[in-house]
């Protein structure tokens, strides 16, 4: 899942309505003064300001709903709040112009603790398009399961390589079938990237496009 949806709005006869200015969330760099907009718990069109921290950014975290694993790729790292409430709003420049949307924090406490991830404009526009196209969104996997491999379970099976991501089974017909992996591979690097888990397998290939 990308983490995003299309609305369509049936507007009285009459109304206008001037659509936000996007920006190229290409062209953001660390540091850059950046402010979050949504209801915070509830508190109706705040706003936050802070910093670009990092960009390109992956994490896995665990949904809510069904204690499922979710990956999130190409992140905004930003240390301007972003607590429940405020998924799904935007994340602006500071001329205004949206950047990214807010979509997920990274604390203990269940609130913000100056780690927030937005989804870049740029590929939250691509998906938009495609929706409102009625195209389906996709992505680039690989066709593995796998388990991760460390120095404790390298050793109990004697392992040559104390990290990466063990291929416990291969899909049928799948891309990685057809580049020749088989079960019992361990793949410990991705396009010279280091790979020391499977989550950071599929979060390398999920950063990837289609076909690459």
Known sequence: SSGLAGAKLELPAGTTVTPMAVGDSDAL???????????PFGYEQSVATGIVSALGRSTVMEAESDNS?????????TDA??????????????????????TL?????ES??????????????EVANKIIAGEQVTHAYVGLSMQTVNA??????????????????????????AAGIQEGDIITSLDGEDISSADGMILAVRSHKIGE
């Open 29 to 39: 760099k660390a540091g850059q003064w950046v402010m979050t907009i949504g209801s």
């Open 152 to 177: 404790q379970n390298a050793q109990a099976n004697l392992l040559s390589v104390t990290q990466g991501a063990y291929v416990a089974e291969v899909a049928e017909g799948g891309p990685a079938e």
């Open 112 to 125: 913000f603790a100056g780690i927030g991830f937005a989804i870049p404009g740029n590929y939250a526009v």
């Open 105 to 109: 924090f990274s604390s203990d406490t």
């Open 81 to 102: 709040a972003i607590n429940p409430g405020n998924s799904g709003g935007a994340l602006v420049n500071s001329e205004g112009q949206l950047v990214g949307i807010d």
């Open 69 to 77: 694993l979710q990956l999130y790729v190409n992140l905004i790292q």
